[in-house]
Nanobody, 124 residues
Framework: QVQLVESGGGLVQAGGSLRLSCAAS????????MGWFRQAPGKERDFVAGVTRLGGGTYYADSVKGRFTISRDNAKNTVILRMNSLKPEDTAVYYC?????????????????WGQGTQVTVSA
């Protein structure tokens, strides 16, 4: 079992920045690839960014490439999503997910563990 807790969401103006954090507890964090997803009202949970279990590889949705950066610290059991140049269309609940294995899938159904989510709202 892995427990995940997200934090760092909030309200920000377009062009602003936020830093989301996901704290993990339970089994060995480095056994899990990690992903950030987001879900807007009435929409599916979409892949935002992922990082391999040892942090050597990162992956991004085209819509956030160049603006968002994912990283992890296995010594602190955390994964961070830095979001810059935020746009109103980035507004959503952001979720942290964990999947046992090396690579982070882009499909939400592949993840076995989720946090409770943190709301990000970007005003125009």
């Amino acid at each position: 079992q892995v427990q995940l807790v997200e934090s760092g969401g909030g309200l920000v103006q377009a062009g602003g920045s936020l830093r989301l954090s996901c704290a993990a507890s339970g089994r060995t964090f480095s056994h899990y690839a990690m992903g950030w997803f987001r879900q807007a009202p009435g929409k599916e949970r979409d892949f935002v960014a992922g990082v391999t279990r040892l942090g050597g590889g990162t992956y991004y949705a085209d819509s956030v490439k160049g603006r968002f950066t994912i990283s992890r610290d296995n010594a602190k059991n955390t994964v961070i999503l830095r979001m810059n140049s935020l746009k109103p269309e980035d507004t959503a609940v952001y979720y942290c997910g964990a999947v046992e294995g090396r690579y982070p899938p882009r499909v939400a159904n592949s993840y076995g563990y989720w946090g409770q989510g943190t709301q990000v709202t970007v005003s125009a």
